[in-house]
């Protein structure tokens, strides 16, 4: 049961922009973070970043394009995708934890997980 709620994805020429967004109900949370996952490929990290602090942690495959942030105030957290490519296409998934964990921990650690949102990026 998805205790969180993605928005954002779609079609996206390559070289476009996308912006993603990720709210929900939770308790407290730690880390925030974007996953995503290919088709025949296991779900990998992406970006994370601290709920209290805002440090930020990325993936170096997309490191440079694209930029995490929260707003505590609305309770809510983003992914601002810059020149999207072809491998960038997956199901972009976000999630949180409830405990102190390093930035880039794997997915296993994370408590609370959206149901994904698709992104494709054409050619």
């Known amino acids: 049961q998805a205790q969180l709620e993605e928005a954002g994805g779609g079609l996206v020429q390559a070289g476009g922009s996308l912006r993603l967004s990720c709210s929900g109900r939770?308790?407290?949370?730690?880390?925030v973070g974007w996953f995503r996952q290919a088709p025949g490929k296991e779900r990998e990290f992406v970006a994370a970043i601290t709920w209290s602090g805002g440090n930020t942690y990325y993936a170096d495959s997309v490191k440079g394009r694209f930029t995490i942030s929260r707003d505590n105030a609305k309770n809510a957290m983003y992914l601002q995708m810059y020149r999207l490519r072809p491998e960038d296409t997956a199901i972009y998934y976000c999630?949180?934890?409830?405990?102190?964990?390093?930035?880039?921990?794997?997915?296993?650690?994370?408590?609370?997980w959206g149901q994904g949102t698709q992104i494709t990026i054409s050619s």
């Open positions: 999630a949180a934890t409830k405990t102190p964990i390093p930035l880039d921990a794997g997915a296993s650690t994370y408590h609370y």
């Open positions: 939770t308790g407290s949370v730690y880390i």
